[in-house]
Antibody, heavy 122, light 108 residues
Framework: VQLVESGGTLVQPGGSLRLSCAAS????????MGWIRQAPGKGLEWVSL???????FYADSMKGRVSISRDNSNNTLHLQLNNLKAEDTAVYYC?????????????????WGQGTLVTVSS | SYVLTQPPSVSVAPGQTAKITCGGD??????VHWYQQKPGQAPLLVLY???YRPSGITERFSGSNSGSTATLTINRVDAGDEADYFC???????????FGGGTTLTVL
């Protein structure tokens, strides 16, 4: 299982950006996937989830400015970021959201990418 | 909204036991997951569903969850365990993933 993010760059406030996460070793179309971000020197902040059935969930801090999607043919997860603000500056990680049915437990992020840095600044 | 509270830092001498807590209202009714993050690296899952270790994670890592506190325990701590540790749950009331603020483990 491998996840490789791309698309992070310097963008001006109010700008847009599309992040990508190329997966290998499993199918994004049949798994739950998520994005998590980490501002410089700060903790982890969940951003979004995409269920295999197509349901999407978004953190309140980014709702209305972010959209998660996937390209099954390229086995890639995407995150569209709009109207970016300085406080959106962070490393953005994609991760597989997985559940071990044998433990009857909850979903958790079992595999993470290395992250891609988004810097919002004029 | 549901909040997970972690101490900002924990320090322990090599060879001793480190306990990192994650507090939340009636957290024992939740499945708590733990991630380790070393400087410059992506987070790594070290425990899931309170007590289960993913393949490849040392038996020195264990977990418990009771009342309002979930605990990650690291036995026989060594310098390689220095990292930030984050707890995580699913908030079914808001359909949100929640992370604790993180705890920095320092090996003295």
């Amino acid at each position: 299982v491998q996840l490789v993010e791309s698309g992070g760059t310097l963008v001006q406030p109010g700008g847009s950006l599309r992040l990508s996460c190329a997966a290998s070793g499993f199918s994004v179309g049949t798994n739950y996937m998520g994005w998590i971000r980490q501002a410089p020197g700060k903790g982890l902040e969940w951003v979004s989830l995409l269920y295999a059935g197509g349901y999407t969930f978004y953190a309140d801090s980014m709702k209305g400015r972010v959209s998660i999607s996937r390209d099954n043919s390229n086995n890639t997860l995407h995150l569209q970021l709009n109207n970016l603000k300085a406080e959106d500056t962070a490393v953005y990680y994609c991760a597989r959201y997985f559940r071990n049915v044998a433990t009857h437990g909850d979903y958790h992020f079992d595999h993470w990418g290395q992250g891609t840095l988004v810097t919002v600044s004029s | 909204s549901y909040v997970l509270t972690q101490p900002p830092s924990v320090s322990v001498a090599p060879g001793q036991t480190a306990k990192i807590t994650c507090g939340g209202d009636n957290i024992e009714s939740e499945n708590v997951h733990w991630y380790q993050q070393k400087p410059g690296q992506a987070p790594l899952l070290v425990l899931y569903d309170d007590t289960y270790r993913p393949s490849g994670i040392t038996e020195r890592f264990s977990g418990s969850n009771s009342g309002s506190t979930a605990t990650l325990t690291i036995n026989r701590v060594d310098a390689g365990d220095e990292a930030d540790y984050f707890c995580q749950v699913w908030d079914s009331k808001t359909d949100h993933v929640l992370f604790g603020g993180g705890t920095t483990l320092t090996v003295l």
